[in-house]
């Protein structure tokens, strides 16, 4: 039974001037299995006709809600849905990415349903990547690489404990927000091995790349991550060239100790 009040998915899809790729990403959603669910197309104003694709769908269907008005990017826009989700576990769809086949969401509440998690991850496939992106992750493994947003579902009380996408981060918002919860031990996740969407190549934060993220990235990752990983590896991250330098004399004095060790041998 659909409930438009209170639905177990909220799908967001942030728009802008995306008149030619809205109709399959959103086309992706409502033919999902799953049904309970609710649309938001949070829309920055556009001035193509990407309203009216999407006014039209609404009109056809009531799980569809479109709300337009303009925004200080895409991270503003998800940051307004969230307000406006009703859906127990929040998805961010972007405009020219899709849902990998139609039974997605029926696995991902069946999964859920067994095992409930604040947060739930699992694949995406991308040529961008030459196939699957990008498996289960590790703290380690969250410094080098961002699990893409595309494969996330958010409970709705993830933003109630993490805050809202900080939107000094133009282009990697996402990443910093994924750092928050997957770092915090009040929070609970779990990967799953399914591949969630087909993610485009060529979206906001593939092709921008963001300067302030990237100088505060090694602070924020030390600062939330101290007493999960080893002191070693924050050093390697805060000292790389100095940790090289102390390795490689070491390496050295090793060398000569065993060098030493091998000419005691001979002469006795």
Wanted: one cysteine or more; proline letters at 2%; a neutral charge.
């Amino acid at each position: 039974m659909l409930d438009n009040q209170h639905p177990f998915f909220s799908i967001i899809i942030p728009t802008y001037n995306v008149e030619g790729l809205l109709p399959r990403a959103l086309e992706s959603v409502l033919i999902q299995d799953f049904e309970d669910i609710e649309v938001i197309i949070m829309d920055g104003d556009s001035s193509d006709h990407t309203l009216a694709i999407a006014n039209r769908k609404s009109n056809k269907d009531s799980r569809v809600k479109v709300f337009s008005e303009k925004d200080n990017g895409i991270y503003d826009a998800m940051n307004k849905a969230i307000g406006i989700a009703k859906g127990d576990y929040l998805f961010f769809l972007g405009s020219d990415d899709v849902f990998y086949d139609q039974t997605i969401l029926s696995q991902v509440y069946s999964s859920l349903a067994q095992n409930p998690v604040h947060v739930l991850y699992g694949n995406v496939y991308s040529d961008r990547f030459n196939g699957i992106y990008d498996g289960e992750f590790s703290v380690e493994k969250l410094y080098f690489k961002n699990i893409c947003h595309q494969s996330i579902f958010f409970s709705n009380t993830v933003f109630k404990k993490t805050g809202l996408f900080n939107l000094k981060y133009k282009a990697h918002a996402d990443y910093d927000h994924n750092m928050k919860w997957f770092l915090d031990k009040a929070i609970t996740f779990r990967y799953d091995e399914m591949i969630i969407s087909n993610y485009a190549d060529g979206g906001f934060s593939s092709i921008n790349g963001d300067l302030v993220f990237k100088k505060n990235k090694k602070l924020l990752f030390v600062w939330r991550s101290f007493g999960q990983v080893s002191i070693m590896f924050l050093l390697k991250i805060l000292m790389p060239k100095r940790l090289n330098n102390v390795c490689r004399v070491f390496s050295k004095v090793k060398r000569s100790m065993n060098v030493d060790t091998v000419k005691t041998k001979t002469h006795d």
